[in-house]
């Protein structure tokens, strides 16, 4: 017997069971903690993952994903997710999970170490967020105690520097441009010039003494007198279309001088009433921030979720070569996870409320599995009750994925919004509900979420000093102080990567309310002064387009007087009656008018 | 038997069929196995081939080795033999359905274009590469093989303490 043979073998053979035993389990778990950093934008960290073959399960153990916002804190967190997955598939390379169990869910917990990555890009969907945060910026309470002096006399408007002095001048060098070109084309249609030989004509017409011939000349130059006519009428209605546009010049200079109002309202951060703006300068970035935050995770695992059907498809690319697909009696996705139950805990502030829930139908292709993924969590203690249903379809060619959740009873911790240098409103205790409904067909966004507070005390802060401020604090603080419930509504809309949000809130009103009461008159003639100096500092431009507008018009439409023209067909008649026909006829025909 | 002695026996079994024919089976199924991706049960069972048959493993493996180096020139050419056989050949569709819809082939990727094609490609090599090989082996040992071991570059090597290690290694 030839040992050598044998044993190389057996080696060989042994080293490559040990190095699946032993090499599995890390590669997969390295495998998944990539994918779940992919998914993130932050660090994953798993503490064992456990398989078996007989029969095949999995079990992965203390899964921390952190957030990427806040990389000292865990967006979600795991002790167990076990799972008990079919071996026929496992032959026809599909992975499915039969019955898996999720514990000790949980989210929002602090971590010890940074799970920040080295570099992550920012999203489309993250930058639309970031630009509409910071629209809230330009709101802010430190000029009031400029708007009781006269600080408005030393603001200087240079004019170079607006918008409608810079449209004025487009405008003006466009319409000269387009005047002088009508100018020049109009000096090569030669009007005058037409009229003039037609003159000519008629004087020969008159010198003709050969009525039959008077005839035919008249004819003829009734012809041409009436072509001349109709040339220039034509022509005289496209200039004065073209030259017509200089009607709408001054409604465009005059949103632009409200924009040039605005922008230097905002340099001055002159504060703004608008309950709207308000909502969105207290409530914009952490709600901005949250979205982001969800949204992005939705749009990266909608990735692992694709739409359609890709059954029907014969070849799909592959890294090499093509996988050319053949008609399959039954059908696996490549993995799925028919039932899972969760159990976790939610922090809701003085509370960890536990809760239970099923996902069904988690796959990473649906329309093969032919089911859409579906989630239902309930949790209930006292007064605190939480209702979460979720459906993501993506079983046909669209998406269509809802989320409906309700909490209510939840005790608010103290709160606080916006920037004490400039205005800061502070919340304490209460109870606190939300209602969402968040919808998406296809990449549009459909949502609304309602927050409620009732039994809450309200205080503001406004920042800056002076008798304005004071004024206006106690102004708000008297606006705020009887407000036990407040509410907010906030809107999405738009698309994943260009999402839009409406915010409003009753925060919002009565903060508004209460900078009316206290300087509402103020703010207002402020804004007229601003307003004044923007037109003074532009009515020398307008004045200057308005003139060229009229000398371009007289000029163009000059060329296109004709004098004498409109007569000219009345006179031809006139002579080939009088002088003509009338004279070869008996009396008592009646000889019909020439018109052409 | 030592540590030591196990690992030579294991060089040994690996490397000691070394007859002409052993030498070129080695470097067919080499060609063979460096056409066909390795991500894939197909590779795996090639492997296993190897080990099963009388052949030489370290020039299977060497061959293997640069043949999957130029394999990505070559792939135009699997590709379109396994495209042929699997999407414009109607009278095979019945017998890849059936293979498609059996366990544990779907691991094989037979229906990858560059598998089936690299497949079938290094088969139909396998025959004028056996016999190059078992040509080029003969015409080395008649020719070659007392010039090359009586070089200095061999006696060197043989002279070196690696060999005096590996041949006391085997007299344990």
């Given amino acids: 017997m030839r040992w050598s043979y044998i044993i190389s073998r057996v080696v060989i053979v042994a080293v490559i069971w040990l190095a699946v035993f032993f090499g599995l389990d890390p590669l997969l778990k390295w495998g998944m903690r990539k994918t779940g950093e992919s998914i993130t934008g932050a660090k994953v960290d798993i503490g064992r993952v456990k398989t078996k073959f007989f029969p095949p399960s999995m079990t992965i153990e203390k899964l921390a994903a952190a957030s990427k916002s806040d990389p000292w804190t865990n967006m979600v967190e795991f002790n167990s997710l076990s799972m008990a997955i079919e071996g026929r598939p496992l032959f026809d390379k599909a992975v499915i999970v039969r019955e898996a169990s999720l514990s000790g869910l949980r989210f929002n917990t602090k971590r010890s170490t940074s799970g920040k990555l080295p570099f992550v890009p920012p999203s489309a969907m993250g930058k639309k967020f970031a630009e509409w945060t910071s629209s809230g910026k330009g709101f802010a309470m430190d000029r009031f105690s400029s708007i009781k002096t006269d600080a408005i006399k030393d603001i200087k408007v240079a004019p170079d520097s607006l918008e409608s002095v810079k449209l004025a001048n487009e405008l003006k060098a466009q319409y000269a441009a387009e005047a002088d070109a009508w100018k020049t084309r109009l000096e090569g249609m030669k009007f005058q010039e037409r009229a003039k030989g037609l003159e000519e004509r008629f004087r020969q017409l008159e010198k003709e003494s050969d009525t039959l011939k008077q005839i035919q000349m008249g004819q003829a130059l009734l012809k041409d007198a009436d072509t001349l006519k109709n040339d220039v009428a034509k022509t005289k209605d496209e200039v004065t279309a073209s030259l017509d546009k200089a009607k709408g010049y001054a409604a465009k200079i005059e949103e632009a001088k409200k924009r040039d109002t605005a922008a230097i309202k905002d340099k001055m951060h002159l504060p703004d009433m608008d309950p709207k703006a308000i909502s969105v300068y207290l409530l914009g970035p952490q709600t901005g921030g949250m979205l982001e935050k969800y949204l992005g995770y939705y749009e990266k695992s909608r990735k692992y979720i694709p739409a359609g059907s890709k059954a029907g498809k014969i070849e799909t690319p592959a890294r090499k070569g093509t996988v050319v697909h053949f008609p399959k009696e039954k059908s696996y996705p490549k993995f799925a996870i028919r039932k899972m139950a969760v159990t976790g805990v939610l922090d809701i502030g003085d509370k960890n409320l536990d809760y239970s829930g099923v996902i069904t139908g988690i796959t990473n292709q649906p329309a093969v599995y032919g089911q859409p993924m579906r989630a239902a969590v309930d949790a209930q203690w006292g007064e605190r009750k939480l209702n979460l249903q979720a459906v993501m379809d993506h079983v046909t060619e669209t998406p269509k994925d809802s989320l409906s959740a309700r909490l209510s009873g939840w005790a608010l911790a103290d709160m606080k919004a916006g920037d004490p240098a400039s205005l800061e409103v502070k919340s304490s205790g209460g109870t606190g509900a939300v209602d969402a409904d968040f919808a998406v067909t296809g990449d549009q966004l459909d949502g609304k979420i309602k927050l409620t507070a009732t039994g809450i005390g309200l205080t503001a802060a406004i920042g800056g000093g002076g008798d304005a401020v004071a004024f206006a604090q106690k102004a708000v603080s008297q606006s705020l102080a009887g407000i036990r419930t407040a509410d907010a509504s906030i809107g999405v809309s738009g698309t994943l990567s260009k999402p839009s949000l409406d915010i409003d809130s009753s925060i919002g009103s009565a903060f508004s309310k209460g900078i009316k009461a206290a300087l509402g008159q103020e703010i207002e003639n402020y804004r007229k002064a601003l307003e004044a100096k923007v037109s003074e500092a532009v009515a020398g431009y307008q004045n200057q387009l308005n003139d060229m507008v009229k000398q371009k018009q007289n000029e163009v439409l000059g060329q296109l007087n004709v004098p004498g023209l409109g007569n000219l067909s009345d006179q031809i008649n006139k002579k080939i009656q009088d002088g003509g026909l009338k004279k070869a006829l008996p009396q008592g025909i009646k000889i019909p008018q020439f018109k052409f | ?172």
Wanted: net charge positive; aromatic share 10%; proline share 6%.
């Fill in chain 2, 1 to 172: 038997m030592t540590p030591l002695g196990l690992l030579r026996t294991l060089i040994k079994g690996i490397s000691e069929n070394t007859t002409p024919n052993e030498l070129a089976a080695g470097a067919a199924m080499g060609v063979l196995i460096g056409l066909v991706p390795k991500a894939n049960l197909t590779a795996q069972l090639l492997l296993v081939l190897i080990m099963v048959f009388r052949v030489n493993v370290p020039l299977a493996a060497v061959v293997g080795l640069l043949v999957s180096l130029v394999s990505p020139l070559v792939d135009p050419i699997t590709n379109a033999i396994g495209y042929k056989l699997l999407a414009q050949t109607p009278t095979l569709t019945p017998l890849w359905t059936k293979l498609y819809n059996m366990p544990v082939m779907p691991w094989t990727a037979f229906n990858n274009t560059i598998v089936l094609g690299g497949l079938i490609l290094g088969l139909i090599l396998f025959a004028p590469s056996f016999f190059l090989a078992r040509k080029l082996a003969r015409v080395y040992d008649e020719k070659y093989k007392d010039r090359f071991t009586g070089s200095k570059f061999v006696k060197a090597v043989k002279a070196s303490w690696l060999c005096d290690w590996y041949f006391k290694m085997g007299a344990n």
